[in-house]
């Protein structure tokens, strides 16, 4: 199928937290912004900016060239195109982006339907959470038609500082579960690695910057202190939580052999709020000195 090429107006429904700040970063951009929300209140995200408020998802829909998605799982994502009428207001040869992160299986099935209609779906779920929306420099992780995904890039460009196609539709998702528990494994050799450290007298605050800039480093470990407070980590570990058992049950269903993986990445989210109070106790005592 053919997508049009000319993405001049883009559709935005959700937002929320992380939602907000990227389309912030489209009203500023070239492109018209057209937004629609469940709630008028959710509208002051885009307040003094410009922008076109819809009374509904699917008159937003009909009007747009492409319609974003930044919903919280895949029932919400149903509801707006099937109750919502999203799908059915699109025009044949328009882009429909789930930014996301969902099951890769529902992916497919998702752009499948769509493309019955003349409509291309991308599968584009973000890594960088609230404080990477905000600073435009979000990751976009995206599966489905080439030709789509090269019509969409400018609009992921307005907040993204990498974006990465991934292949056919689920694959976008597929990455993103990956990277998930990638996060959530690297977070468990953190909490081990600074229990050690701290009970056998290292400066963890030291530490943690010299993992800067060395082999043992990792974006998870820069965010500790950082984006992960201990007065945050109790709500992270509620949504790494739920992230694993994503990347389980998406990527079981695709056949992998996930239990090892599940187990550490668990295991990481349950030591969060103890590995965060290790490095803020040693930025605190830092401070002091």
Do not use: C, Y
């Not at 489209?26 to 307040?47: E, N, P, T």
């Amino acid at each position: 199928m053919t997508t049009s090429t000319a993405v001049r107006t883009v559709g935005f429904i959700g937002l929320g937290d992380q939602g907000a700040p990227m389309a912030r970063a489209l009203a500023d951009s070239r492109f018209d912004l057209h937004v629609w929300a469940r709630r008028s209140a959710s509208l002051d995200a885009v307040a003094g900016r410009p922008h076109t408020v819809h009374d509904s998802a699917a008159s937003l829909a009909a009007a747009s060239d492409i319609v974003l998605l930044v919903l919280r799982d895949d029932d919400d994502v149903d509801g707006v195109l099937e109750e919502g009428g999203v799908l059915a207001a699109m025009r044949p040869g328009s882009i429909l982006v789930n930014h996301g992160t969902g099951d890769p299986q529902r992916a497919q099935l998702m752009a499948t339907h769509a493309a019955e209609l003349g409509i291309a779906m991308l599968d584009a779920p973000v890594s960088g959470g609230g404080p990477g929306a905000e600073a435009r420099t979000l990751t976009t992780i995206v599966g489905g038609a080439r030709d789509a995904f090269d019509s969409a890039l400018a609009v992921f460009d307005t907040f993204s500082s990498a974006v990465v196609f991934m292949g056919a539709s689920g694959a976008g998702q597929q990455a993103k579960l990956l990277n998930n528990a990638l996060t959530m494994t690297n977070l468990k050799n953190a909490e081990d690695v600074f229990a050690i450290a701290d009970g056998t007298g290292v400066d963890v605050a030291a530490f943690q910057r010299l993992l800067a800039t060395s082999s043992g480093g990792s974006f998870v470990i820069q965010a500790l202190g950082n984006q992960i407070t201990p007065d945050i980590a109790p709500h992270l570990q509620v949504l790494m939580r739920k992230d694993i058992e994503h990347f389980a049950e998406g990527l079981g269903r695709l056949g992998a052999d996930v239990a090892s993986v599940r187990d550490r990445g668990l295991e990481g989210a349950e030591g969060l709020a103890a590995v965060a109070e290790i490095v803020d106790r040693s930025r605190t005592a830092g401070d002091v000195a």
